[in-house]
T-cell receptor, first 109, second 113 residues
C-alpha cells in the first residue's frame, strides 16, 4: 500500500472551511484514496473515497489533482462536533489495511 | 455500525491471564481485522483474515492469537496478557469488493494490571 503523509494536527474555528492535505507520492494506478474520521472512544468511520478529480458527499469533498500524488479533504463550515482525527489511506485492492498517524483536527468556538 | 459488535466493551485482567476479545459481524464480509490503539496514537494492525480459516499477521502480532472458524466471528486472544497490551482494541470488516471501506466496531478497552 502507498505510504501517506498528512499533518499531525490542525486547529480551526467554527464556521470555517478546513482543508487537510495528504501526500501519497507512490500511489499506484489502481489505488483509490479513502478518508476516515475517528471521534474519541469510537472506531473510525468512512467519510469519503475517490480516484480522481473531485468527489462530494453530504459530509465532505475530496479533491484529487491530475497526478494523484496528493489529495485534499475539505470540510465546509466546521462545527465543534467535527473535532476528530482524520485518516487518509491509499490502496486499491488487497486487505492488509494499514493506518497512518492521522490528522488531529481541533475546532474551537 | 450495528452490523459489527465487539464484546466485552471494557475488560480488566491481570498480567499472565488469558483473555479473549470477541468480534461478530452480520454482513458476511470476507475480510476482518483487529487493530489496537494506544492512548493518543494511531491504529496498528494486529491480525487480519481474508476468509474463514485464513488469517495473517499484521504489524504487531506478537502475544496475540486469532481464529476464524466462521465468517462472522473473529476472536482475538491474548494468551498471557502483559501490561503493554493495555489498549483499546478495534475490530473491523470489509467486503471482498475492491476499494470497499472498513466498518469498525465500537472497541474494547482492555486494562492489564
Amino acid at each position: 500500500l502507498a505510504k501517506t503523509t498528512q499533518p499531525i494536527s490542525m486547529d480551526s474555528y467554527e464556521g470555517q472551511e478546513v482543508n487537510i492535505t495528504c501526500s501519497h507520492n507512490n500511489i499506484a494506478t489502481n489505488d483509490y484514496i479513502t478518508w476516515y474520521q475517528q471521534f474519541p472512544s469510537q472506531g473510525p468511520r468512512f467519510i469519503i473515497q475517490g480516484y480522481k478529480t473531485k468527489v462530494t458527499n453530504e459530509v465532505a469533498s475530496l479533491f484529487i489533482p491530475a497526478d494523484r500524488k496528493s489529495s485534499t479533504l475539505s470540510l465546509p463550515r466546521v462545527s465543534l462536533s467535527d473535532t476528530a482525527v482524520y485518516y487518509c489511506l491509499v490502496g486499491g485492492e488487497g486487505f492488509k489495511t494499514i493506518f497512518g498517524a492521522g490528522t488531529r483536527l481541533f475546532v474551537k468556538a | 455500525d450495528a452490523g459489527i459488535t465487539q464484546s466485552p466493551r471494557y475488560k480488566i485482567t491481570e498480567t499472565g491471564r488469558q483473555v479473549t476479545l470477541m468480534c461478530h459481524q452480520t454482513w458476511s464480509h470476507s475480510y476482518m481485522f483487529w487493530y489496537r490503539q494506544d492512548l493518543g496514537h494511531g491504529l496498528r494492525l494486529i491480525y487480519y483474515s481474508a476468509a474463514a480459516d485464513i488469517t495473517d499477521k499484521g504489524e504487531v502480532p506478537d502475544g496475540y492469537v486469532v481464529s476464524r472458524s466462521k465468517t462472522e466471528n473473529f476472536p482475538l486472544t491474548l494468551e498471557s496478557a502483559t501490561r503493554s497490551q493495555t489498549s483499546v482494541y478495534f475490530c473491523a470488516s470489509k467486503s471482498r469488493q475492491d476499494n470497499s471501506p472498513l466498518h469498525f466496531g465500537n472497541g474494547t478497552r482492555l486494562t492489564v494490571t
